[in-house]
Each structure stands twice: as structure tokens, then as C-alpha cells.
Antibody
Framework: EVQLQQSGPEVGRPGSSVKISCKASGYTFTDYVMNWVKQSPGQGLEWIGWIDPEYGSTDYAEKFKKKATLTADTSSNTAYIQLSSLTSEDTATYFC???????WGQGASVTVSS | DIQMTQSPASLSASLEEIVTITCKASQGIDDYLSWYQQKPGKSPQLLIYDATSLADGVPSRFSGSRSGTQYSLKISRPQVDDSGIYYCLQSYSTPNTFGAGTKLELK
């Protein structure tokens, strides 16, 4: 069974960074890209970007190019998203989702608060 | 960027109706279109991929179709458990873009 297990809720101060993990199991991690999706409170879904774990190549939506950094560790089958220079606009739930988004993590909430 | 215009924003339907949700792409997307259902506090679940293919484990009352650049999700004889928010997603080109969502209430 394909599973994506995300790390727990994060609270970050304005201007700081947070890093969320997504541990994959039940499939070959390097066979599929990993997407990341943002959902602000009460809002819709927004694609952030993807990473190819095998090659480390990435593609980002323009608005997230200076906000998010996607990485992957093939030794632990874990994808990461780091969010930098946090503002209140970054308060949201962040999902990882495999390739064509047939499997999703449970989501990780990020709250930006001083 | 490809825009996905989803409608309606919300609808209330009875269990005897056929529910239809549409997404119109701003350009051709070669059927790289998927549909998701999201319930409160949960992650989205894949229903339909490649415009018309039913995802594993999804009931056959869900179906997808296309007419030109307009894509539709149909739910025949919806069940109470089908309440939630439905999103379309185009993955033809990056940035991948979602529709704004349709909130479905069953009465």
C-alpha cells in the first residue's frame, strides 16, 4: 500500500523557516516525482512544485520560487519542503502528493505567529 | 499559465439527481485532467484521471467526460457520503493548476 506520512504541525515566527517532511512507503521512491500543494485556511488547492527524487530536478510555480525549496533523500525515501522568510500568508496546510496525485500525505499545518 | 474555470461554486442536490461539475480549460490540455474529492480536514482523494479513467476503488457512479476544452465530472445517484468539495486539476503543463472547487451538499 502506497503511504505518504508527513511530519507534524509547525509553528514559525515571521521571518523564520520551517521544514516539512514526507516519508514514502509502499513503492519505489525514485520512480515517481513528488508534488507539493498548499491549502490556505478555507481556501482551495495551489500547486507549489515537484521534485524528481532520482535526479533531484525540480520545477516550481513562479510565486513559490523564492518561498519554497524542495529536496529529497533517497536513503530514507523522504521528500522535504522548506519554507523561508515566513509571513502570515504562509499559514496553511501543505500536502505532498505522488506523481499524478494518486496518493497524498495527510497534510502538515504551518502556522506563522509571533 | 493554464486557467481552469470550475463551476458551479456550490450546489445542493438530492440523492435521486445526476450531479454535474464542469471545468473549462483556457487552452487544450490533451485530457491531462483529473478530479478530486476533499472532505473537511482530510487530504484530497483521486476520483478520475486522464479525463475519463476511474481511479482504483472509486464507485462507478462517478464518471468523467470532455467536450472541447470543457471537462465534466458526473455523479449518478449520489450518496450522502459524496458530500464534500470537488476540484479539477490540469497536469498538461506546469504550473499545474486546480479549479477553484465545487462544494457539494446532498439533501
Amino acid at each position: 500500500e502506497v503511504q505518504l506520512q508527513q511530519s507534524g504541525p509547525e509553528v514559525g515566527r515571521p521571518g523564520s523557516s520551517v521544514k516539512i517532511s514526507c516519508k514514502a512507503s509502499g513503492y519505489t521512491f525514485t520512480d515517481y516525482v513528488m508534488n507539493w500543494v498548499k491549502q490556505s485556511p478555507g481556501q482551495g488547492l495551489e500547486w507549489i512544485g515537484w521534485i524528481d527524487p532520482e535526479y533531484g530536478s525540480t520545477d516550481y510555480a513562479e510565486k513559490f520560487k523564492k518561498k519554497a525549496t524542495l529536496t529529497a533523500d533517497t536513503s530514507s525515501n523522504t521528500a522535504y519542503i522548506q519554507l523561508s522568510s515566513l509571513t502570515s500568508e504562509d499559514t496553511a496546510t501543505y500536502f505532498c502528493a505522488r506523481a499524478l496525485m494518486d496518493a497524498w500525505g495527510q497534510g502538515a499545518s504551518v502556522t506563522v505567529s509571533s | 499559465d493554464i486557467q481552469m474555470t470550475q463551476s458551479p461554486a456550490s450546489l445542493s442536490a438530492s440523492l435521486e439527481e445526476i450531479v454535474t461539475i464542469t471545468c473549462k480549460a483556457s487552452q487544450g490540455i490533451d485530457d491531462y485532467l483529473s478530479w478530486y474529492q476533499q472532505k473537511p480536514g482530510k487530504s484530497p482523494q483521486l476520483l478520475i484521471y486522464d479525463a475519463t479513467s476511474l481511479a482504483d476503488g472509486v464507485p462507478s457512479r462517478f464518471s468523467g467526460s470532455r467536450s472541447g476544452t470543457q471537462y465534466s465530472l458526473k455523479i449518478s445517484r449520489p450518496q450522502v457520503d459524496d458530500s464534500g468539495i470537488y476540484y479539477c486539476l490540469q497536469s498538461y503543463s506546469t504550473p499545474n493548476t486546480f479549479g477553484a472547487g465545487t462544494k457539494l451538499e446532498l439533501k
